[in-house]
C-alpha cells in the first residue's frame, strides 16, 4: 500500500496521559499536514510541514499540542496531558508542492480520552 | 475569512434517482473550491476541484458541481445514485499559507444515505 498511513488507528487513554500518534506520507510528497475532526464536524486544520520545516502552526489547539517531521519524512503529533476535548479523528494529509496540489488523506487515529 | 456552508446535514435518495448538495461559499477573492467524500474507515477522498477555469466541473464517479459566483455556490450533483455512493461528502474552500501550501476549510459534511 503506498497511501498515508496512520499509527495506531484507535487510541484509548485516560485523562492528563500523554499520546503520540504517526503519520508516513506518501514517500515522494514534501508537504504533510495534520487535521482534527470530531464528531459531526469537517476537518480542522491544525498545522503543515514542508520537508521538515513547520510553517504554519497557529491553529495548533493549544501549548499541549506539537507536531514534528525530524526527516522531513514522517510525523509525529503529540498531546500532553491529555483532556477528554481531546477526543477526536486526528487525519495527516500529504502532497507534492505545486500549481495542482492535490492532498491524500490517511485513514486518521480515533483518539478517545476516558 | 473563507468559509463554507452546506446546507443540508442529511441527504436521502433512491438508487438510480439523482442526487444534489448544496454548497455555499464565502470568500473575498477567486476561490479555489473542492469536494472530498469520506466512507466509514477510510480517508478523505478528492471528488472534484474547481480553480477559476470551466465553472463546471467533473469529478470521479459521475459526479459533478457547478460554481455560480452570482449565487456563491458550489453544489455537488449526480444523474443516478448507486449503493456505493453512500457516505460524508464535505464542501471545501482553500487559503494560500506559507510557501503556498494549501490550507483547506471544510465545511459541516452531508451524510448521504441510498436507499435499495
Known amino acids: 500500500d503506498t497511501g498515508v498511513s496512520q499509527n495506531p488507528r484507535h487510541k484509548i487513554t485516560k485523562r492528563g496521559q500523554n499520546v503520540t500518534f504517526r503519520c508516513d506520507p506518501i514517500?515522494?510528497?514534501?508537504?504533510l499536514y495534520w487535521y482534527r475532526q470530531t464528531l459531526g464536524q469537517g476537518p480542522e486544520f491544525l498545522t503543515y510541514f514542508q520537508n521538515e520545516a513547520q510553517l504554519e502552526k497557529s491553529r495548533l489547539l493549544s501549548d499541549r499540542f506539537s507536531a514534528e517531521r525530524p526527516k522531513g519524512s514522517f510525523s509525529t503529533l503529540e498531546i500532553q496531558r491529555t483532556e477528554q476535548g481531546d477526543s477526536a479523528m486526528y487525519l495527516c494529509?500529504?502532497?507534492?508542492?505545486?500549481?495542482?496540489?492535490?492532498?491524500?488523506f490517511g485513514s486518521g487515529t480515533q483518539l478517545s480520552v476516558l | 475569512a473563507q468559509s463554507v456552508t452546506q446546507l443540508d446535514s442529511h441527504v436521502s435518495v433512491s438508487e438510480g434517482t439523482p442526487v444534489l448538495l448544496r454548497c455555499n461559499y464565502s470568500s473575498s477573492y477567486s476561490p479555489s473550491l473542492f469536494w472530498y467524500v469520506q466512507h466509514p474507515n477510510k480517508g478523505l477522498q478528492l471528488l472534484l476541484k474547481?480553480?477559476?477555469?470551466?465553472?463546471l466541473v467533473k469529478g470521479i464517479n459521475g459526479f459533478e458541481a457547478e460554481f455560480k459566483k452570482s449565487e456563491t455556490s458550489f453544489h455537488l450533483t449526480k444523474p443516478s445514485a448507486h449503493m456505493s455512493d453512500a457516505a460524508e461528502y464535505f464542501c471545501v474552500v482553500s487559503d494560500l499559507i506559507k510557501a503556498a501550501g494549501n490550507k483547506l476549510t471544510f465545511g459541516g459534511g452531508t451524510r448521504v444515505l441510498v436507499k435499495p
Open positions: 474547481y480553480t477559476s477555469a470551466a465553472t
Open positions: 514517500s515522494e510528497h514534501n508537504r
Open positions: 494529509a500529504s502532497s507534492l508542492a505545486g500549481s495542482t496540489e492535490k492532498l491524500f
